[in-house]
């Protein structure tokens, strides 16, 4: 298959689902937002970040971006802003400069709370009859960006559904698609061997810095990165090590060159495989690669991770066949037949990769039935680093 | 239980002790991969509310005790009746670990863990049993009168920044309630370079007697408290400046009620303790219908009064942001997320 439908936006950009969000600009307007989009159809984010007067300029840009990109991603049909007053809704402009059909509900000029959403549910009407307007067309497979992602890994987790998920990552990336590996401090112990896929020294180096500055970041907070990472149910689940836990996870995505290395939630500039310095964290990562435009993820998880997204469908991959079977409400595809023998890497490639196209044409995941819709804001992680974290 | 104002205040008797101005049962996802089973267990049980947080996975040490110990804290909240932890499974703050301190303080608490329990749906099932059997165990908490000296009231630190007139109504206020017998914590803004450890003492609350504690250290209903006179009862803590972190610390210390000054941003809920909002004229004009009371540029001898009043009549029933049934949240971090 060549071909997918997908919904075309006015920016050029294809996205698999069609959502109106409603976003927050700042914590205390997660209330408001709520309020605005509950029962509309629309869908919205709550989070807890809070600006503060003498917030690093680093701190401000990431969430800034993180908040665009969100807002501008292609499954997002049309998006209403809330801002508590005028200074923080700067994004406005931002994403509507990105081709974004966007307005604004400032609630200090509303009237107050009830005003704010009385504001907001007239101006979500407009919103939402032009995401019903839009319809699918075909558009090429290159067309997708895949955010990959593993969660609550296991021993299994590198020997059958992260190597499955990279030849998985391998087809779409020879599709002329985009893939993004990321969780920097799940690829501590890997770096070398993903550097040598890097497309030029520039790259190799950048793998290099941006493992040494989680490094770095964690000897500077005087802590240990054990028990964070591998978390307690990665050890349950038979993972000793993180270097262990990384050479797994650096599987999902597969074995093409590695073009570029990317700041976190910045759209990639390059097609095919792609690095982005995020936290480990599941759930901040995954906003940080939908912030970066991915309308899709696949998730593979050893002792069964539930979270979804918002805004794009999220596939879980089970790495055995009991989580698969236990969790089977929240479990997509179950790579644990690789360890039957009824599947092989390759096959459970395909198949993951052919589940892919049927989510991207509109198959909901087992996230999306259950309406998990989990949302976080990564903070600039480095400031303990000073100026050394370039 | 003695001193009863002639405007009774009312409170449920906790098992402990402790007295509960609200009778709420908590539901605490252990981490944010729970938050949204949480949240369904939640759905449809009177008086239960469901916490929204964004942590317990991928955090350093002293960070994941930090955010352990405020939803800790929150879990044995006086006016929660009863709490369900609900955990995943993999996380780093161990849902069975929470489950288990908050029990440690005598609180009555239910354990669901989704991983265990086989997924989301049967995780939601197990969670909304064990809910209904909390609160059919909470509702035998006598109601009854209770006064000030039963109380803690938290505020938070926006009104020292005010002009002196305005700035002197809240010490009038946190002055009337220690004369009242309450526990007062007053949360002081730490810059990022500042101390983490020891509030610095206002100059305007030189005057009064008070004592430092830890941020979102519990201390309502402690040995330490009820030991003090009236007159020390007033503890400083030090917190971030960001203000539903604020709030949220003031929480997990057990403050019964937040006292919030509305100087800049919106007014915002706490999901455990009601808040009672003063708008600070004139930056909280717009928000007029949304405060319980407002504070003029020069306000009159009857500023701090209305302001205690306020308190008492949040104390007694719902503050506008309850009524519109929202509330935010926010965990004070102190390492970056790995």
Same mark, same amino acid.
């Given at each position: 298959?060549?071909?997918?439908?997908?919904?075309?936006?006015?920016?050029?950009?294809?996205?698999?689902?069609?959502?109106?969000?409603?976003?927050?600009?700042?914590?205390?307007?997660?209330?408001?937002?709520?309020?605005?989009?509950?029962?509309?159809?629309?869908?919205?984010?709550?989070?807890?970040?809070?600006?503060?007067?003498?917030?690093?300029?680093?701190?401000?840009?990431?969430?800034?971006?993180?908040?665009?990109?969100?807002?501008?991603?292609?499954?997002?049909?049309?998006?209403?802003?809330?801002?508590?007053?005028?200074?923080?809704?700067?994004?406005?402009?931002?994403?509507?400069?990105?081709?974004?059909?966007?307005?604004?509900?400032?609630?200090?000029?509303?009237?107050?709370?009830?005003?704010?959403?009385?504001?907001?549910?007239?101006?979500?009407?407009?919103?939402?009859?032009? @995401?019903?307007?839009?319809?699918?067309?075909?558009?090429?497979?290159? @067309?997708?960006?895949?955010?990959?992602?593993?969660?609550?890994?296991?021993?299994?987790?590198?020997?059958?559904?992260?190597?499955?998920?990279?030849?998985?990552?391998?087809?779409?990336?020879?599709?002329?698609?985009?893939?993004?590996?990321?969780?920097?401090?799940?690829?501590?112990?890997?770096?070398?061997?993903?550097?040598?896929?890097?497309?030029?020294?520039?790259?190799?180096?950048?793998?290099?810095?941006?493992?040494?500055?989680?490094?770095?970041?964690?000897?500077?907070?005087?802590?240990?990165?054990?028990?964070?990472?591998?978390?307690?149910?990665?050890?349950?689940?038979?993972?000793?090590?993180?270097?262990?836990?990384?050479?797994?996870?650096?599987?999902?995505?597969?074995?093409?060159?590695?073009?570029?290395?990317?700041?976190?939630?910045?759209?990639?500039?390059?097609?095919?495989?792609?690095?982005?310095?995020?936290?480990?964290?599941?759930?901040?990562?995954?906003?940080?690669?939908?912030?970066?435009?991915?309308?899709?993820?696949?998730?593979?998880?050893?002792?069964?991770?539930?979270?979804?997204?918002?805004?794009?469908?999220?596939?879980?991959?089970?790495?055995?066949?009991?989580?698969?079977?236990?969790?089977?409400?929240?479990?997509?595809?179950?790579?644990?037949?690789?360890?039957?023998?009824?599947?092989?890497?390759?096959?459970?490639?395909?198949?993951?990769?052919?589940?892919?196209?049927?989510?991207?044409?509109?198959?909901?995941?087992?996230?999306?039935?259950?309406?998990?819709?989990?949302?976080?804001?990564?903070?600039?992680?480095?400031?303990?680093?000073?100026?050394?974290?370039? | 239980?003695?001193?009863?104002?002639?405007?009774?205040?009312?409170?449920?008797?906790?098992?402990?002790?402790?007295?509960?101005?609200?009778?709420?049962?908590?539901?605490?996802?252990?981490?944010?991969?729970?938050?949204?089973?949480?949240?369904?267990?939640?759905?449809?049980?009177?008086?239960?509310?469901?916490?929204?947080?964004?942590?317990?996975?991928?955090?350093?040490?002293?960070?994941?005790?930090?955010?352990?110990?405020?939803?800790?804290?929150?879990?044995?909240?006086?006016?929660?009746?009863?709490?369900?932890?609900?955990?995943?499974?993999?996380?780093?703050?161990?849902?069975?670990?929470?489950?288990?301190?908050?029990?440690?303080?005598?609180?009555?608490?239910?354990?669901?863990?989704?991983?265990?329990?086989?997924?989301?749906?049967?995780?939601?099932?197990?969670?909304?049993?064990?809910?209904?059997?909390?609160?059919?165990?909470?509702?035998?908490?006598?109601?009854?009168?209770?006064?000030?000296?039963?109380?803690?009231?938290?505020?938070?630190?926006?009104?020292?920044?005010?002009?002196?007139?305005?700035?002197?109504?809240?010490?009038?206020?946190?002055?009337?309630?220690?004369?009242?017998?309450?526990?007062?914590?007053?949360?002081?803004?730490?810059?990022?370079?500042?101390?983490?450890?020891?509030?610095?003492?206002?100059?305007?609350?030189?005057?009064?007697?008070?004592?430092?504690?830890?941020?979102?250290?519990?201390?309502?209903?402690?040995?330490?408290?009820?030991?003090?006179?009236?007159?020390?009862?007033?503890?400083?803590?030090?917190?971030?400046?960001?203000?539903?972190?604020?709030?949220?610390?003031?929480?997990?210390?057990?403050?019964?009620?937040?006292?919030?000054?509305?100087?800049?941003?919106?007014?915002?809920?706490?999901?455990?303790?009601?808040?009672?909002?003063?708008?600070?004229?004139?930056?909280?004009?717009?928000?007029?219908?949304?405060?319980?009371?407002?504070?003029?540029?020069?306000?009159?001898?009857?500023?701090?009064?209305?302001?205690?009043?306020?308190?008492?009549?949040?104390?007694?029933?719902?503050?506008?942001?309850?009524?519109?049934?929202?509330?935010?949240?926010?965990?004070?971090?102190?390492?970056?997320?790995?």
């Amino acid at each position: 298959m060549d071909a997918i439908p997908l919904f075309r936006r006015g920016n050029g950009r294809w996205g698999t689902r069609n959502h109106v969000l409603v976003m927050p600009l700042v914590a205390a307007a997660s209330g408001v937002a709520r309020a605005i989009a509950h029962g509309t159809g629309a869908t919205w984010v709550e989070h807890d970040y809070e600006p503060e007067p003498d917030d690093l300029a680093q701190n401000v840009a990431r969430v800034s971006r993180t908040f665009v990109g969100f807002a501008t991603n292609p499954n997002v049909a049309a998006v209403l802003l809330v801002a508590d007053t005028a200074r923080h809704a700067s994004a406005l402009d931002a994403v509507r400069a990105e081709g974004q059909r966007a307005d604004l509900v400032v609630v200090a000029e509303s009237g107050g709370l009830r005003g704010a959403i009385r504001s907001g549910r007239a101006r979500l009407v407009p919103l939402l009859a032009k @995401a019903a307007a839009a319809a699918r067309e075909r558009a090429p497979v290159g @067309a997708l960006m895949l955010g990959t992602e593993c969660g609550g890994s296991d021993a299994l987790s590198g020997i059958t559904a992260n190597p499955a998920l990279g030849d998985a990552s391998d087809l779409l990336v020879d599709a002329g698609g985009t893939v993004i590996l990321a969780e920097t401090t799940e690829l501590i112990g890997a770096e070398h061997l993903l550097a040598r896929r890097a497309v030029n020294p520039a790259v190799a180096d950048a793998i290099y810095r941006i493992i040494h500055r989680y490094e770095a970041v964690v000897r500077a907070h005087g802590e240990d990165i054990r028990g964070a990472n591998p978390a307690p149910g990665n050890i349950e689940g038979g993972l000793t090590t993180i270097e262990e836990k990384s050479l797994g996870a650096a599987k999902k995505g597969g074995t093409r060159p590695i073009h570029e290395v990317i700041e976190y939630a910045v759209r990639p500039g390059a097609r095919g495989l792609v690095i982005m310095d995020t936290p480990g964290n599941d759930v901040e990562q995954m906003v940080g690669m939908t912030a970066a435009g991915c309308q899709i993820a696949a998730f593979t998880t050893g002792r069964g991770t539930p979270t979804g997204s918002p805004i794009i469908p999220v596939i879980k991959i089970a790495t055995n066949s009991h989580t698969a079977a236990r969790m089977r409400d929240n479990i997509d595809v179950d790579a644990g037949l690789i360890l039957d023998g009824r599947e092989t890497l390759r096959s459970m490639g395909q198949r993951i990769f052919d589940k892919i196209l049927a989510v991207a044409w509109g198959e909901l995941t087992k996230a999306e039935q259950l309406g998990h819709r989990e949302f976080s804001v990564s903070r600039y992680p480095f400031a303990a680093l000073g100026p050394a974290a370039r | 239980m003695h001193e009863t104002p002639p405007d009774l205040l009312r409170a449920r008797r906790r098992p402990g002790g402790a007295c509960g101005i609200r009778h709420h049962l908590l539901v605490i996802p252990s981490v944010l991969c729970s938050a949204q089973a949480a949240k369904i267990i939640a759905e449809g049980i009177p008086g239960a509310i469901a916490i929204e947080h964004q942590h317990g996975c991928s955090q350093l040490g002293g960070d994941a005790r930090l955010t352990e110990q405020i939803l800790t804290g929150l879990g044995t909240h006086p006016n929660v009746a009863g709490t369900l932890v609900v955990g995943l499974g993999c996380e780093t703050v161990q849902g069975t670990s929470l489950y288990r301190a908050i029990e440690a303080r005598g609180q009555r608490a239910a354990f669901v863990g989704i991983q265990q329990a086989g997924g989301t749906l049967a995780a939601i099932r197990a969670g909304r049993e064990a809910l209904a059997r909390l609160r059919d165990t909470a509702a035998v908490d006598p109601e009854g009168p209770v006064a000030w000296g039963d109380l803690c009231v938290g505020i938070e630190a926006a009104w020292l920044s005010l002009p002196q007139v305005q700035a002197a109504v809240f010490v009038e206020v946190i002055r009337r309630l220690l004369t009242a017998g309450a526990t007062v914590v007053q949360a002081v803004p730490q810059s990022r370079a500042g101390s983490p450890a020891t509030a610095i003492v206002p100059p305007l609350l030189a005057p009064l007697a008070s004592r430092a504690i830890p941020y979102a250290h519990a201390v309502a209903g402690s040995a330490d408290v009820a030991a003090a006179v009236p007159a020390s009862r007033l503890f400083l803590m030090p917190a971030p400046e960001t203000r539903i972190a604020q709030k949220t610390g003031l929480a997990a210390v057990g403050a019964h009620v937040v006292l919030s000054a509305l100087i800049e941003g919106l007014p915002a809920g706490c999901p455990v303790a009601p808040v009672v909002h003063v708008g600070v004229v004139p930056a909280a004009r717009a928000f007029a219908e949304d405060v319980e009371v407002m504070l003029d540029v020069e306000p009159d001898a009857g500023a701090a009064p209305a302001i205690v009043r306020a308190l008492e009549d949040g104390c007694r029933e719902e503050t506008v942001v309850e009524a519109l049934g929202t509330f935010e949240m926010a965990i004070h971090r102190i390492a970056p997320t790995m």
